[in-house]
């Protein structure tokens, strides 16, 4: 996915500002998609120089206002021919797991509490995602658009589940951490 892509989405939904549109990422987009300030607003310019968006007509121009943005219907195209295009999935790139593989060679020192920390963000986001469920998604909300959203959803909480059991596993596999010393586990010169 690329930024413009989801800053289109995020208009179609609703036009906005670019500060309305840092919000919304930072409560539903950026959960899959994350975006600094100044990514957003760089990628707004862009888009409106493309021609995929342009700043709404506000009643009183006056300096410093936020600009409300929507989408054109070449932007409307060019997200719509970007959806129905392929793409293969991006291999996986997680500094956890090579700090396990490196552990397996030097000793797993300080390990144990990394994964712990990772256990606790991930059902920290897992709670987040149920809250949201429980929130945007009653039984009542079915339309289709509905339906993808919350399936969009279900994908992060899938994933906050799999990491769970998967750290947990991984615990597991550690035993017992016992007190090492900063150099056990390296091979004597």
């Not at 549109?21 to 100044?38: N, P």
């Not at 968006?53 to 997200?79: D, T």
């Not at 490196?102 to 990772?118: D, K, M, N, S, Y």
Request: glycine share 10%; aromatic share 6%.
């Amino acid at each position: 996915m690329s930024l413009p892509h989801a800053i289109l989405t995020a208009l179609l939904e609703k036009p906005s500002s670019g500060l309305e549109l840092t919000r919304r990422f930072d409560k539903s987009i950026g959960y899959f998609w994350s975006a600094t300030h100044q990514q957003i607003y760089r990628e707004l310019g862009k888009l409106e120089q493309s021609g995929f968006i342009r700043a709404l007509p506000s009643a009183a121009p006056a300096r410093g206002q936020k600009k409300e943005y929507e989408v054109l219907p070449a932007g409307r195209a060019e997200l719509a021919q970007w959806a129905a295009a392929g793409q293969a999935p991006k291999p996986m790139r997680d500094p956890l797991l090579l700090r396990m593989r490196a552990a397996a060679v030097i000793g797993t020192g300080g390990l144990r509490a990394e994964l712990e920390r990772h256990l606790a963000l991930h059902h920290a986001q897992l709670t987040t995602y149920h809250g949201i469920e429980e929130k945007d998604f009653p039984p009542e909300r079915d339309s289709e658009q509905d339906r993808l959203r919350h399936l969009v959803l279900r994908g992060g909480i899938e994933l906050e589940t799999f990491w769970i059991g998967w750290l947990t596993e991984a615990l597991g596999t550690l035993g017992e951490e016992p007190p090492e010393s900063l150099g056990e586990g390296l091979p004597e010169k």
